[in-house]
């Protein structure tokens, strides 16, 4: 998938105005409408300007766009970076999909369009822009956590942005911190609710609420599934041969683990309850690694050497054979 440079479809600087993209796009679905242009590449030069204006004209989406532009150009190979859009606080339903009110209503988008903004639709709600009184906005913002955070629950600080356009037209960020309760338990993908912190209420209407879509940090030692949590663990050959007890790592601390005789590389020893926390806990999973140690001094060979004697019809090759 190429990266699409959306100031470019419309001839405009990347410090425009909206007005100014506003005008761009006129002038140029005038003259690529496929129903009066005699342009031979008319309906893909629309489609480009009607995905590049959508992309433009909403501050929320625009502010998306222009975090990955920062580090990509045009016609260059893209795919959205995990964890892009952490930090940004969107009003709408759900993150940047709907911060940035998804596609236009019937538009046929990109794959490029998608990966970025989702298949989101309009926010629809009645009267929202013109009523005197009207509640607040509920807003969505991500926030990533470590998986100890999830274990044991925590209080932090986390810092939003808010895409917001100024008196003369450009996006501006609003930045904002919140002291945050990190419930014990929380999984990937739930949302930790904000009561009144969305944005604000009309003619003395409530202000909304604000949804942080918690993401997991990808963990250099464990993984996660649903409240499953899985780690390698390695051992010695006479450790799974012979059984053994073995400190086992938990990103609740350590504990002690009984490898029984006779296990083989990838068993799975299951810890009940030592997954993420919950009304149900999920178990933590121990995958047995087996590891070798060096032949690097004589010691070490002589040992390699009573083994290979002890076994002398062992061939670990023989389901292949067969």
């Known amino acids: 998938m190429e990266f699409k440079d959306y100031y470019a479809a419309l001839g405009v600087e990347r410090s425009a105005t909206q007005d100014e993209i506003k005008r761009a796009y006129r002038k140029l679905a005038r003259k690529f409408h496929p129903d009066v242009s005699k342009?031979?590449?008319?309906?893909?030069?629309?489609?480009?300007?009607?995905?590049?204006?959508?992309?433009?004209i909403d501050p929320e989406r625009r502010a998306a766009y222009d975090e990955i532009g920062q580090r990509h150009a045009r016609g260059e190979n893209f795919q959205p970076p995990p964890g892009w859009d952490s930090g940004f606080e969107f009003s709408g339903r759900g993150g940047v999909e709907a911060g940035a009110h998804g596609p236009?209503?019937?538009?046929?988008?990109?794959?490029?369009?998608?990966?970025i903004f989702g298949r989101g639709g309009h926010d629809g709600r009645p009267g929202a822009g013109g009523r005197r009184q009207a509640p607040g906005r509920d807003h969505h913002a991500k926030v990533t956590i470590d998986l100890e955070d999830s274990y044991r629950g925590t209080r932090r600080t986390i810092s939003l942005r808010m895409p917001v356009v100024d008196a003369q037209g450009h996006g501006v960020f609003h930045d904002r911190q919140l002291e945050v309760h990190i419930?014990?338990?929380?999984?990937?993908?739930?949302?930790?609710?904000?009561?009144?912190?969305?944005?604000?209420g009309q003619g003395g209407e409530p202000a909304g609420d604000l949804y942080l879509e918690i993401t997991l940090k990808p963990h250099p030692q464990?993984?996660?599934?649903?409240?499953?949590?899985?780690?390698?663990?390695?051992?010695s050959p006479w450790e799974a041969a012979l059984g053994a007890p073995v400190a086992?790592?938990?990103?609740?601390?350590?504990?002690?683990?009984?490898?029984?005789?006779?296990?083989?590389?990838?068993?799975?020893?299951?810890?009940?309850?030592?997954?993420?926390?919950?009304?149900?806990?999920?178990d933590l999973y121990a995958v047995l690694v087996i590891t070798l140690p060096r032949?690097?001094?004589?010691?070490?060979?002589?040992a390699y050497t009573a083994l290979s004697q002890a076994f002398p019809e062992y061939n670990p090759r023989i389901a292949q054979k067969g």
């Open 222 to 235: 464990f993984r996660v599934d649903g409240r499953d949590v899985y780690v390698e663990l390695p051992v």
């Open 295 to 302: 032949a690097d001094s004589d010691a070490a060979k002589a």
């Open 39 to 56: 342009e031979p590449d008319a309906e893909s030069r629309f489609k480009e300007v009607a995905e590049a204006h959508e992309a433009l």
């Open 104 to 115: 236009g209503r019937g538009a046929d988008f990109s794959d490029f369009f998608e990966s």
């Open 248 to 282: 086992a790592p938990t990103p609740d601390g350590e504990v002690q683990l009984n490898i029984p005789a006779g296990s083989g590389q990838g068993r799975k020893l299951r810890l009940k309850g030592r997954g993420l926390p919950g009304k149900q806990a999920g």
């Open 183 to 200: 419930p014990q338990g929380v999984r990937e993908g739930q949302h930790v609710r904000l009561a009144g912190q969305g944005g604000p």
